[in-house]
DNA sequence: ATGAAAGCGCTAACAA
DNA sequence: TTGTTAGCGCTTTCAT
């Protein structure tokens, strides 16, 4: 193993990098007057600035965030704290990402729940451990408590129940719910079943909510023994897509909180030989890639994660001036496809 | 808007949360104590200890990850260091944090080049800005540079050319290149073009000299007029496209370097009223998801980004128990959907 | 214009 | 068993 240049035995012990220190002896100046350079302070003759500028590029110096954000107020970095690099998480960054360029901002994403086991409460560990210092604002993914009392300005994605009074961003869950059901009701289906998510999330009352109000809206009975918990789970939505299917009087059609639960819906279809959409029509929610690839491809609705990253960005950076809170919905999108149609004859 | 808990005046700015200092108070200890108890130490009484957590768990304190892996040479986190959160790096990342789960490491995602425009030596600042006390190693992906004399362990994603001396993982772009270009002739093409990459970068040198090596194994002429510049963008693969099929004796099949070219030559056969795979067959490489929504389907070689990621994560934890360095390739998929067929009659 | 000194929150070494 | 001291790298007064 070749040993890279300036790295003294190819281990990498406790090399700590180039510091303040090294420049300053190098320019034959004080760290402080570095310091100064650095931050484009005033009061620094250009003779002295232009040899400090030199040793810097010589060493190849940069201060450390560490360090600096220690000893500053902020550190012109926005964390966005989640517990994994899930498919979510990780299209919502892309927009907060794109949404971040050119605005003078380091982002930085941080996953604490990793290490440990504690899978709750890891969004108040990690809003302890890096703000305030490390990270001047914070975006958390579909936290699993409510926070409060944090030292920074927090906006959250996808929030627990019962979480309006802070800043929060999350899909139309209502509307786009009401928009699937209404799609159906559209294709003349009048027995529409719903398997729903995992009822202690807002997410998944509210797509229920928005079910139960689009038959309302069309007059069409809401008949409680259609509404299964699938958890938005692929294998808990088999059991509920049997139990639909058995029913004396089966639904046409089912709208299911999540595609994996849509993906379940198709399971079960398989195993019977019905087909989608003639037999039964089916549409999911999310718009995950998986749907696409089925046969038929699975009519969804689909979510705008990146937009609402972005929104998130913007929203992050107008409290960091000053704004205030807000919650903010974003538009879903009917995605037709395959898998839904006329009611069967 | 409301005030969360504890925060004093609605706004957000020099409080700094629970400090150790405020947990010693609390619990009428010393702040060397309260580290003690917080980091397992021995020699701290029972009794002490309970208050002490008592006052932990009252305040809620966690402790600062800047000031501890300041003070300390480790901090238990691996860093991943990007330009910004794009496709590629995203679905590398979901492989290194599936693969960090429950290795008692924590991971933290930095794109420093998103403040300023320094395009190139992003990976540098950023090593040097976090290496040392707030990561212990860095998974960098694709820098633009070579990077050298670190203080910590590295491990480079897709790296640039010539960087062979230090640990890197990559798809193994040479193999991929050469199943396409086979896939091409073992349907019976004779005359296949190729729009290659970004010739400065070690992927599109790779799969150009794939393309070659397919060809010389199967004994078919290598004609310098048929491999054009696409520079792995749409618009110039385009470009590539045109004159390829303005050619006195035009190709039947083209490799494109991307997916991205490949889509631009889906551009130029619908312009020209070409059948693909009928008129001309096309294979790309990544396996981007607009290539499953065109008609037909896009064939291509799929990398395998999360295997990737999971590699990467292997090969840094070795490195930090005192392991060597490594050159990691990764297998890639062959994808046959609609875009390739036997060569016209 | 420059440097000395203090201190951000934490931990390791040492003293009591 | 506990507390005191020092210092990680940096920035910010405040002297000089």
Redesign the interface.
Known sequence: ??V????ANG??T?????TIHDVAREAGVSPATVSKVMNNRYGVASATQARVKAAVTKL????????S??RR?SS?TIGVLLA????FA?EV??G???E?????????????A??D?RAVGWE??SI???????ID?AIVMTPTIRI??????IVTVDPPAGLT??ATIASDNLAGAREATKHLIDLGHVRIAHIRGRTDLLSAQLREQGYVQALAEARLPYDPSLTLTGAYRRDWAVDCARKLLDLPYPPTAIFCANDWSALGVYDVCAERGLRIPEDLSVIGFDDI?EG??LAPPLTTIAQNLPEIGADAFRLIRS?LD?G??DNITVATTLMHRGSTGPVPA
Chains 1, 2 share one sequence.
Do not use: C, W
Request: proline fraction near 7%; avoid cysteine.
């Open positions: 193993m070749p890279p240049d300036g790295v281990q990498f406790s090399q700590r990098g180039v190849g110096y940069e201060a450390s965030l560490v360090a954000s220690m107020s012109n994994g690099f899930d498919p990780t960054i892309k907060i990402s794109a971040a360029v050119g605005k003078g901002y380091e982002l930085l994403a941080y996953s604490g990793i290490a086991e108040h560990r302890q451990r890096l703000g305030g210092s490390l604002a409060s009392g944090t030292a920074i300005p009074d802070s890639p696409h690839v409290m000053g205030g809170s």
